[in-house]
């Protein structure tokens, strides 16, 4: 696994310009809750849907695989939402994994939506992890070191690459962590 980000050399407070992300207010670098090192990404507010973006060289090739770490501190909540990562192909996007505090499990979402694991535990880190397979415009998932999930199609049907990572926070409570972002490839890629 290569790091795509771990957000231990930026500043805590607003994640909005560090690292070239571009992230609404409440989104933001904390340092007393991390999955490994110094730093992790958390949501001070709630509402609707946000997500935060960064642009990275384009990885094209099948069975490149992206991934990220959640904690949440409530895991089952039906006045919660979900939060997790998304990956795009510019301003398209592809599909998430998030942690779905409203339904307390783990979901890949694409064209279809799949259950990744029912139930969470609260206050433990999960790494969410989504296989793409460019051919035939399709992703699956996995959490932490399960089987990957069946293939479902990508939300904005054919896409050639993964450009852009996104942060995804919707109707979230109690306090989220977002951490390590990795991806594996055979290309030899650099971040942007």
Known sequence: MATIDNFDSYSVGDLNG??????????????????????AVTRTGTGGLTTSKKTITAITNDSATVSCYVRASVTNDGGGGSFGYAILSSTNEIARVVMSQDNNDIRLIGATTVSLSSGATTNTWYQLTMEIDFTNDRVRAKVDSGAYSSYVNGLSGAFSQVDVIGLVFGGTVGSLYIDTIEYTTSQNITMT
Not at 21 to 36: G, L
């Open 18 to 39: 560090q690292g070239s992300w571009t992230a609404p207010a409440e989104v933001d670098i904390q340092n007393s809750v991390s999955q490994s090192a110094s730093n």
